[in-house]
C-alpha cells in the first residue's frame, strides 16, 4: 500500500540544537513530499515540498528537508531549533495515480525546551 | 488561512442527530478535501471534490455525505452522528495539478454526545 511514516510519536530537542524529525515513505513512482506544521488550534501550514530537482529543499521558517530516494525517506531538518518550533508536524505523500490524494504520516510532536 | 473558513468551530450534538460543517473558499481553487485529525491516525480523507457536484469517497467515508453546489462551498454532513465521529475536522483546497500544496482551515471541533 502506499504510504508515509514517521516512526517518533515525538522528538525532544533543546533550543540551539539541530532538530530532525524523520519521514519513509512507500510509493510508486516518483514521489511529491510535503511537509506541514500544526500549531495548538489551528489548521495545518505548509512549510516545504519536494518534487523534482535538488534533493535538498528549504521552506518556511528556516526549515529544509532532504529528500533520499534510495532510502525512501523525506526527513524535515533545522540548524538551530527554537521554543517556538515546538508543534505537531506531519509528512505527506501526494499518490501519483488515480485521484492523487495527499496521504497523511500520524504525525510527531517536537518539543524544543529552553 | 489562505481564503478558507470553516464554520462552526465548534459544535456539541447529540447522538443520532444530523450535524453538516460548512467549508467556504474565496481562492477559487478547482479540488476541495474534509479531513479528519484524530490521535494516532494523523488525518485521514473523508471526502473531497474535484468540481461543482463532482464529489468522491476518501478512506473513511462511512456515516459521511457531501455536497457541493458552488465552487466555493462544500458540505460535509454526518447523517445521524455518533460518538466515534468526535474528531476535528479540516477542510483544505488545492489548485489542479498534483505539484501544488493544499491549503487547510482552521478545523471545526465536533463532539458527540
Known amino acids: 500500500a502506499q504510504s508515509v511514516a514517521q516512526p517518533e510519536d515525538q522528538v525532544n530537542v533543546a533550543e540551539g540544537n539541530p532538530l530532525t524529525v524523520k519521514c519513509t515513505y512507500s510509493v510508486s513512482g516518483n514521489p511529491y513530499l510535503f511537509w506541514y506544521v500544526q500549531y495548538p488550534n489551528r489548521g495545518l501550514q505548509f512549510l516545504l515540498k519536494y518534487i523534482t530537482g535538488d534533493n535538498l529543499v528549504k521552506g518556511s521558517y528556516g526549515f529544509e528537508a532532504e529528500f533520499n530516494k534510495s532510502q525512501t525517506s523525506f526527513h524535515l531538518k533545522k540548524p538551530s531549533a527554537l521554543v517556538s518550533d515546538s508543534a505537531l508536524y506531519f509528512c505527506a505523500v501526494r499518490l501519483l495515480t488515480g485521484f492523487q490524494k495527499l496521504v497523511f504520516g500520524t504525525g510527531t510532536r517536537l518539543l524544543v525546551s529552553p | 488561512d489562505a481564503g478558507i473558513t470553516q464554520s462552526p468551530r465548534h459544535k456539541v450534538t447529540e447522538t443520532g442527530t444530523p450535524v453538516t460543517l460548512r467549508c467556504h473558499q474565496t481562492e477559487n481553487h478547482r479540488y476541495m478535501y474534509w479531513y479528519r485529525q484524530d490521535p494516532g491516525h494523523g488525518l485521514r480523507l473523508i471526502h473531497y471534490s474535484y468540481g461543482v457536484k463532482d464529489t468522491d469517497k476518501g478512506e473513511v467515508s462511512d456515516g459521511y455525505s457531501v455536497s457541493r453546489s458552488k465552487t466555493e462551498d462544500f458540505l460535509l454532513t454526518l447523517e445521524s452522528a455518533t460518538s466515534s465521529q468526535t474528531s476535528v475536522y479540516f477542510c483544505?483546497?488545492?489548485?489542479?495539478?498534483?505539484?501544488?500544496?493544499?491549503?487547510f482551515g482552521q478545523g471545526t471541533r465536533l463532539t458527540v454526545v
Open positions: 483544505a483546497i488545492s489548485e489542479n495539478t498534483a505539484n501544488t500544496e493544499a491549503f
